[in-house]
């Protein structure tokens, strides 16, 4: 079961991109209750947990990015979204949507950003 990123791409520093996250429909039913992530991996560094937002929708950052991404939620469209502004090439990475909850774990198949100084 695979989570569907996309909205990745080529941007310039200071630009902006939304990333998007589905649920597929053998998950929608519990898609809910899920804890919702976006990871990223640069190359040669370790997968990092960049934002989480909860079931009930608190959310939380990594420091780095703290004020120029936001993550929401859509749970009538079984979606995830990461809006990122003021973008650095230092969040060039490949960007992965996760969902746990209760020792469930989906994990989507990475979307590449790429920000260009």
């Known amino acids: 079961v695979q989570l569907q990123a996309s909205g990745g791409g080529l941007v310039q520093a200071g630009g902006s991109l939304r990333l998007s996250c589905a649920a597929p429909?053998?998950?929608?039913?519990?898609?809910?209750?899920?804890?919702m992530a976006w990871y990223r991996q640069a190359p040669g560094k370790q997968r990092e947990l960049v934002a989480r937002?909860?079931?009930?929708?608190?959310?939380n950052y990594v420091d780095s990015v703290k004020g120029r991404f936001t993550i929401s939620r859509v749970n009538a469209k079984k979606m995830v979204y990461l809006q990122m502004n003021s973008l650095k090439p230092e969040d060039t990475a490949v960007y992965y949507c996760?969902?746990?909850?209760?020792?469930?774990?989906?994990w989507g198949q990475g979307t590449q950003v790429t920000v260009s100084s």
């Open positions: 996760n969902g746990e909850r209760s020792g469930s774990n989906y």
């Open positions: 429909r053998t998950i929608t039913s519990v898609f809910n209750p899920l804890n």
């Open positions: 937002i909860t079931s009930g929708g608190s959310s």
